[in-house]
């Protein structure tokens, strides 16, 4: 199995992108907003953290990328 990848905001982009991980082998641990985050972190090592927020929640779900994270995050 490839390492994991992390898809924050499940919407419309989000879940097709997460199918398309899912049948590449990758898994994919969604993130909403009643997920923890931080604790999540200390989990995984993810190789891809995907932004698929609306342009209005950008900021928000940019503060809350851990430190470890942020040289894996990539914008849609």
């Known amino acids: ?3 994991p990848i992390v898809v924050l905001g499940i919407g419309e982009l989000g879940s097709v992108f997460s ?3 899912l049948k590449n082998n990758h898994p994919v641990y ?3 907003r ?3 985050i931080n604790e999540l972190a200390a989990t995984i ?3 891809l ?3 698929c927020t609306a342009e209005a929640d950008l900021q928000a779900a940019l503060l809350t990328i ?3 994270w942020k040289d894996k995050v ?3």
């Open 1 to 3: 199995m490839k390492k």
């Open 19 to 21: 199918r398309a991980f």
């Open 30 to 32: 969604p993130v909403t």
């Open 34 to 36: 009643q997920t923890n």
């Open 45 to 47: 090592d993810p190789e």
């Open 49 to 51: 953290i995907l932004i």
């Open 66 to 68: 851990p430190k470890p």
């Open 74 to 76: 990539a914008m849609m």
